[in-house]
C-alpha cells in the first residue's frame, strides 16, 4: 500500500512559478512510477506528465517547456515545478503511483493522492 500527499498548491499569477510535491509512504518508492495529472472545472482528468523508476521523464504537449518533474528517492517524494504558469493550468492537481514503468492512462495508476488546487490568475 502507498499513500501519497500533495503539498504546494495555490494562487499565482500568470507567469509565475509553483512548485507541488507528493511525499509517498512506504519503502519501495524508488521502484515506482510516478505520475501528475491534473482536473479543471468542469473538465475531465488529464495526463500532465510522468517520471519512472529511472527517473525518465514525459510530458504532455501543453505543459513542455514550462513543467518539470523530478524525484528523491531518499525523501520518498516526487516534485512538479511549473513555471510560466497560465490560466489554462488552473486545477486540481493530484500525484499517483504505479509499478515501474510510466503511463500517460490514469487506469493504469493503483495509488492516488487527495490533490492540491493551482489557481492562476490572468
Not at 74 to 94: C, H
Not at 97 to 119: F, K
Given at each position: 500500500?502507498?499513500?501519497?500527499?500533495?503539498?504546494?498548491?495555490?494562487?499565482?499569477?500568470?507567469?509565475?512559478?509553483?512548485?507541488?510535491?507528493?511525499?509517498?509512504?512506504g519503502?519501495?518508492?524508488?521502484?515506482?512510477?510516478?505520475?501528475w495529472?491534473?482536473?479543471?472545472?468542469?473538465?475531465?482528468?488529464?495526463?500532465?506528465?510522468?517520471?519512472?523508476?529511472?527517473?525518465?521523464?514525459?510530458?504532455?504537449?501543453?505543459?513542455?517547456?514550462?513543467?518539470?518533474?523530478?524525484?528523491?528517492?531518499?525523501?520518498?517524494?516526487v516534485?512538479?515545478?511549473?513555471?510560466?504558469?497560465?490560466?489554462?493550468?488552473?486545477?486540481?492537481?493530484?500525484?499517483?503511483?504505479?509499478?515501474?514503468?510510466?503511463?500517460?492512462?490514469?487506469?493504469?495508476?493503483?495509488?492516488?493522492?487527495?490533490g492540491?488546487?493551482?489557481?492562476?490568475?490572468?
Amino acid at each position: 500500500q502507498v499513500q501519497l500527499v500533495e503539498s504546494g498548491g495555490g494562487l499565482v499569477q500568470a507567469g509565475g512559478s509553483l512548485r507541488l510535491s507528493c511525499a509517498a509512504s512506504g519503502r519501495t518508492f524508488s521502484n515506482y512510477a510516478m505520475g501528475w495529472f491534473r482536473q479543471a472545472p468542469g473538465k475531465e482528468r488529464e495526463f500532465v506528465g510522468a517520471i519512472d523508476w529511472g527517473s525518465r521523464t514525459y510530458y504532455a504537449d501543453s505543459v513542455k517547456g514550462r513543467f518539470t518533474i523530478s524525484r528523491d528517492n531518499a525523501k520518498n517524494t516526487v516534485y512538479l515545478q511549473m513555471n510560466s504558469l497560465k490560466p489554462e493550468d488552473t486545477a486540481v492537481y493530484y500525484c499517483a503511483a504505479r509499478a515501474r514503468l510510466l503511463s500517460v492512462t490514469e487506469n493504469d495508476y493503483d495509488y492516488w493522492g487527495q490533490g492540491t488546487q493551482v489557481t492562476v490568475s490572468s
